[in-house]
């Protein structure tokens, strides 16, 4: 059985310029990412933690299998890591994760507690 599989970017990203960089994440970049067609969803999460200079951000990418990613790792990933390191080189770091996805529940809705 092939499994699900999340591929993770974890980016810090200095505060002086995060409104922007989320903005262009928003907006160019995973929009960009979205249209390779080897992706089926994506998620922006905001890492709670203290941090010194820094904002950090999961950027998470679901796509079906892995050799979806390693497909787009070969062709599309040189070139839109190149264009968010020309644009924001110096004011980040990023590493990345790759998660199979080995058991979900989605609860059903009568399952889930009221606020």
Known sequence: MKH???YNVTVSID??????WLEWMKKVHIP??????FFIE??????HAQEEGGVSYAIQYMCHNIQD???YQQQHAPRLQEEHT??????FAAFRTV????HEHKPAI??????
């Open 4 to 6: 699900r599989i999340l």
């Open 15 to 20: 505060k002086d310029v995060e409104k922007e």
């Open 32 to 37: 960009d990412v979205m249209r390779t067609g």
């Open 42 to 47: 994506n998620k922006i999460c905001r890492i």
């Open 69 to 71: 990613l390693e497909e």
């Open 86 to 91: 020309r644009r924001y080189g110096g004011k």
């Open 99 to 102: 998660l199979e996805i080995v």
């Open 110 to 115: 009568t399952d889930l507690h009221p606020n």
